[in-house]
Every structure is written in C-alpha cells, then in structure tokens.
C-alpha cells in the first residue's frame, strides 16, 4: 500500500491519508475543507485535489456525499485511489485530469459544491521552485485563477456554491474572476495566525447565477491564541491536532 517515500496521517475518526515529503497538506486545506461545509452538499469536486485531503475529510463527515476528486499530477492520483482504499470509502472518484478539460470527464451544471486550494503564485513571480511537482503545486503553471473559476461554473447547477482559499494579494484577481464567470462572491473570511499579524489567507464561497452584491465578510479566524491554537481552531480540527499553519 506505502511506497518508501510515503507515510499516512491521521485525520480523525478513524481516516487517513498517504502523503509524502513532496505531496502533504496544510492548514489551509484544514480550513477550506471545514468552510465548504460539504455536509450540506448531495454532489461536490475538489480540483486540485493533490493527495486527496479534501474529499476524504468531505467523506469523514458526510459519507452520503457523492465526491469526484480532480488531479492532473499521476503520481498524486495513485496516493489519493491508495488512500480512499485504504479507507474503505465508497463515494469518492478519483480523477486523472486538467480541470481545464473536464468536458465529458464530469457532468456539467450537476454539483452542489465545488472547491479548489489552488498554486498560490503567478507564474513567473517569486522564486521558482525546480521540481515539476512544487512548481505544479505552488504555481499557477497548468490553471489560472481564471480556469479554475471557469471550471467551477461549468461544473456547478444553479445556486451551487464555489469555494477557495487564497493568499491576500490575490483577492482582486479572485473576485473579479469569479464574478466574470457568474459565481457571484457571497462570504468572505480571513485567516490570521494571531491578532497582531496581517491575513496570510482568505477564504471566500460564490454561488452560480447568485444575485450581485451581499457580500458577508465574516469575523477573522485566528489561528492561535495565548500561545496555542485558538477555541475555534481546537474544534475545526477535532479529532485532528497534528496539523500546523504555513
């Protein structure tokens, strides 16, 4: 089941997921999979799924959920179908494609949910990151904010709910793209790591075909307080407590 470069990580009641030194998850996969709020969700994608951290904390909590799982990295692929075997989870799909190419692939207009923990930096700005898997993972080198909106509304029904997570210099960008593409911003969430210091994240959901305007901005999440992680922090983890914020 484990390669030598791999380890599995616990993610509470009783799941886990295979990762590696160049595959893993962060806290902002915690949070965004905590936002979506994917238990009231019947049909929901995760593109970009990397190892599949997303869905299966999705099917932690709602194993109803009907859950296609979108990768365009092989190697990410196999931990992810390794790591819902694993599991025993019976409603997760994992997919070798580009989210760009899903025509076909996944039915169009039929998901309640779509989220996305997308490449954090434009290409071509930063410093680039010499192996293919990182530079795939931290820069927009296959996807742009723009695909991965345009993706989400093809995928979407009516009212279905985008949600992303992205660093703060690059909220402009998101909410003039997924406007553009009819998901019409409805909450907004920063994440800080405590009260003193700027936003490192925001977390924003939009719904397909939503009315303009009514943007809620909800208070700011901290991720630690009195030197450890906060009230709210300690519950969205749960079971879950080894994670850390980057």
Known sequence: MLKTSERLELLGNGVRVIVSDLFHF?????????????????TAV???????????????ENRATKIAAVE??????????RSVELNKIDNIEVIN????ELRGVLPFGYFDLVSCNPPYKLTGSGITNPAKEKLLARHEATCTIEDITLSAKNLLQFGGRFCLCQRPERLTDVLFAMRKNDLEPKRLRFVQQRPDKAPKLF????RRGGKSGGLIVEPTLFI???GDFSAEMKKIYGSYKEGHYE
């Open 26 to 42: 962060s806290t902002d996969t915690i949070l965004l999979a905590d936002f979506s709020g994917a238990d009231r969700a019947k």
């Open 224 to 226: 630690e307080e009195n």
């Open 46 to 60: 995760d593109l970009g799924t990397g190892c599949g951290t997303i869905p299966l904390l999705w099917a932690r």
């Open 203 to 206: 977390l924003v959901e939009g």
């Open 97 to 100: 494609a580009d989210l760009t």
């Open 72 to 81: 365009i990295q092989p190697e990410c692929c196999s931990m992810a179908r």
